[in-house]
């Protein structure tokens, strides 16, 4: 089901001013409905999605992140402090509420996110960040798992950089794909470019999902993977998606970058 909010209480979860989120709606940016006694709503999930892109600013040019902010907050504490099926019964309360995975994927993101900052604040130990990371995968497993899927279904090969660890971005992604109709085949962290090439020459894919995480940050070493990856999907006709924060080279010879889950609805319906 989706919320609605008030532009007062858009615009205080924004942290801007009214007329901030009524030029936003004017210009098109964010939906708005009317109720019967004709005064506008906004759809909270479209504020979540449009407050995550860098791009939005208030009239003082900052980034407005207050909702964001507040949103990483409670879903790293959610993260970090509750059992298996509490924080399975939360993700689900988002889903429906945000009515897709990809848009409930960006809000999870803003706690992963604040989970890392604290981490490197010390304000939890690596211990409690790898207990908290391990449930959050055996939840996203869960879910992704509960989803059928058809046996003719498009395929979508996900892995992480050469020498980056860091699955969980993956983990999202391959619920939202689930969601819309997609099967992935997992390889994870560790695969060598090689093996990724081999795999699309010998299997039928129609999408390859690589993640680069913020310790990937040489980006000669990411465009040697790309020069590797790249051409193989070129000549199999297959669409290649960077994620990730890690440092993708700028411009890009193969491949689309994308920064939020929620900007690949579209990307995906049009591959499949």
């Avoid at 909010?5 to 009524?22: C, D, E, F, N």
Wanted: hydrophobic letters at 40%.
């Amino acid at each position: 089901m989706k919320e609605y909010l008030t532009t007062t209480s858009a615009a205080r979860l924004a942290g801007v001013g009214v007329s901030s989120i009524k030029r936003w709606a004017d210009d098109g940016k964010l939906r708005t409905v009317r109720t019967p006694g004709g005064h506008r709503r906004l759809i909270r999930s479209d504020l979540v999605a449009f407050l995550s892109n860098p791009e939005s600013r208030n009239p003082e040019g900052h980034s407005a992140i207050s909702l964001m902010d507040q949103m990483g907050t409670e879903w790293a504490d959610a993260i970090l402090n509750s059992e298996f099926h509490a924080l399975q019964a939360k993700l689900l309360d988002a889903r429906g509420r945000n009515g897709s995975w990809l848009t409930t994927m960006d809000e999870l993101a803003s706690g992963v996110k604040e989970m890392g900052v604290r981490w490197t604040k010390d304000l939890i130990t690596i211990a409690e960040e790898h207990v908290a990371t391990d449930r959050l995968s055996r939840v996203l497993s869960s879910v992704y798992e509960a989803m059928p899927v058809a046996p003719n279904a498009p395929r979508c090969l996900l892995s992480s950089a050469e020498g980056d660890m860091h699955t969980l971005g993956l983990a999202m992604l391959q619920v939202g794909l689930r969601e819309m109709g997609w099967r992935c085949l997992w390889l994870g962290s560790l695969t060598p470019m090689n093996e990724v090439c081999n795999l699309l020459k010998t299997s039928n894919v129609d999408m390859v999902a690589l993640s680069a995480s913020r310790a990937s940050n040489d980006e000669a070493s990411l465009a040697l993977q790309l020069s590797i990856v790249g051409p193989i999907c070129q000549k199999t006709n297959t669409k290649l998606i960077l994620g990730g924060r890690g440092a993708w080279p700028d411009p890009l010879n193969y491949g689309t970058r994308f920064q939020d889950f929620s900007s690949l609805t579209h990307l995906i319906k049009a591959v499949r």
